[in-house]
């Protein structure tokens, strides 16, 4: 059974940092592709980062330049490093597992965390 649990979000103030992890079992982890979405109040869910089982990254334009996503196969654990955070970031952030990676676009599969909220305050 694949479980994905995040942690590391919070409250903190504009232009503070955070970092997230999702810690992955019951899946091969060095194997799959992995990406962070959020989903802002009264707002669908959106693509963050992904990260390809060989390391390619990708970014949605709202978080190039401050956001890093990483992982570390040893332990099962994906990240989000956040600076420079601002009150538009201010969501609930889930990670997704083993979605389908075409080169340019990837397709969240049906494995989703619980998800941790990031509140930034202006």
């Known amino acids: 059974q694949v479980q994905l649990v995040e942690s590391g979000g919070g409250l903190v103030q504009a232009g503070e940092s955070l970092r997230l992890s999702c810690v992955a079992s019951?899946?091969?982890?060095?194997?799959?592709?992995m990406a962070w979405y959020r989903q802002p109040p009264g707002k669908q869910r959106e693509l963050v980062a992904f990260i390809s089982r060989r390391g390619s990254t990708m970014y949605s334009d709202s978080v190039k330049g401050r956001f890093t996503i990483s992982r570390d196969n040893a332990k099962n654990t994906m990240y989000l490093q956040m600076n420079s955070l601002n009150p538009e970031d201010t969501a609930v952030y889930y990670c997704?597992?083993?979605?389908?990676?075409?080169?340019?676009?990837?397709?969240?599969?049906?494995?989703w965390g619980q998800g941790t909220q990031v509140t930034v305050s202006s």
């Open positions: 997704n597992a083993d979605g389908a990676y075409t080169g340019t676009i990837y397709y969240p599969s049906g494995y």
């Open positions: 019951g899946i091969r982890f060095s194997g799959i592709h």
